[in-house]
C-alpha cells in the first residue's frame, strides 16, 4: 500500500521561505502524479499544486510564489515555498494523484507569523 | 473555475438511520474523454482525508458497502445506507476535469 511522509513544517515569518518534502514508498513512484492540497486551521480544503508528465499546475494564490518539484530517483516531492503570506498557514498534505487521489500523507504544518 | 457547493452543511444522524449528502457543481463535470472525475473524500477527526467515492460511483478499495455514490453532470450524492459511529467526521466533494481542482465546503455528520 502506497504510504506518503510529508516534513520540513515549522514556523517562518512573513515573507520567509520553507521547503516542504513528501517521501513515498510503496508504488512506483515515477509513473504518478503528485499533489498537494492544503487546510487552513478549522477550514476546508484547497487545492495546491499538480505535478504530472504534462507539467506543473497551480492554485492563483500561490503562483508565482511556490515551486513544485519531484525527484523520481529518490522518490520524493518537494514544494519550496517563498514570499509566504499569513493566509498561507495550515495543514500541508502530499496526496497521490493525478485526477484521484487516493493516498494522503499525514501533513505538515505550516504557520506563518511574526 | 468551477465551484462546488454541498448540502447540507451539517447532518446529525441516528446510528442505523440513512443519511444523504449532496454536492453541485457550477459546470458539467464530463470530461471531454468521457469521464466524470467527480470525489468523495471523508476526514475524520485528526486524521488526513481518505477517499471514498471515485468518478461518482465506485468505491475506493476498503470502503463499506453502506457508502454509495450517485449522479451526472452537474449534480451528485453520496449516500450512506446504514451510519455508523465510525463515519463522523467531514465529508468533501472534488472535482478534477479541469485545473483548479475544487473542493466542496464539507459536510459534518455527527452521531445523535
Known amino acids: 500500500e502506497a504510504q506518503l511522509l510529508e516534513s520540513g513544517g515549522g514556523l517562518v515569518q512573513p515573507g520567509g521561505s520553507l521547503r516542504l518534502s513528501c517521501a513515498a514508498s510503496?508504488?512506483?513512484?515515477?509513473?504518478?502524479?503528485m499533489t498537494w492540497v492544503r487546510q487552513a486551521p478549522g477550514k476546508g480544503l484547497e487545492w495546491v499544486s499538480t505535478?504530472?508528465?504534462?507539467?506543473?499546475y497551480y492554485a492563483d494564490s500561490v503562483k508565482g510564489r511556490f515551486t513544485i518539484s519531484r525527484d523520481n530517483s529518490k522518490n520524493t516531492l518537494d514544494l519550496q515555498m517563498n514570499s509566504l503570506r499569513a493566509e498561507d498557514t495550515g495543514i500541508y498534505y502530499c496526496?497521490?494523484?493525478?485526477?484521484?487521489?487516493?493516498?494522503w500523507g499525514q501533513g505538515a504544518l505550516v504557520t506563518v507569523s511574526s | 473555475d468551477i465551484v462546488m457547493t454541498q448540502t447540507p452543511l451539517s447532518l446529525s444522524v441516528t446510528p442505523g438511520q440513512p443519511a444523504s449528502i449532496s454536492c453541485k457543481s457550477s459546470?458539467?463535470?464530463?470530461?471531454?474523454?468521457?469521464?466524470?472525475?467527480f470525489y468523495w473524500f471523508l476526514q475524520k477527526p485528526g486524521q488526513p482525508p481518505q477517499l471514498l467515492i471515485y468518478?461518482?460511483?465506485n468505491r475506493f478499495s476498503g470502503v463499506p458497502d453502506r457508502f454509495s455514490g450517485s449522479g451526472s453532470g452537474t449534480d451528485f450524492t453520496l449516500k450512506i445506507s446504514r451510519v455508523e459511529a465510525e463515519d463522523v467526521g467531514v465529508y468533501y466533494c472534488?472535482?478534477?476535469?479541469?485545473?483548479?481542482?475544487?473542493f466542496g465546503q464539507g459536510t459534518r455528520v455527527e452521531i445523535k
Open positions: 468518478e461518482v460511483f
Open positions: 496526496a497521490k494523484g493525478l485526477y484521484r487521489l487516493d493516498y
Open positions: 459546470q458539467s463535470l464530463l470530461h471531454s474523454d468521457g469521464k466524470t472525475y
Open positions: 505535478i504530472s508528465g504534462s507539467g506543473t
Open positions: 510503496g508504488f512506483t513512484f515515477s509513473d504518478y502524479a
Open positions: 472534488m472535482q478534477s476535469t479541469q485545473f483548479p481542482r475544487t
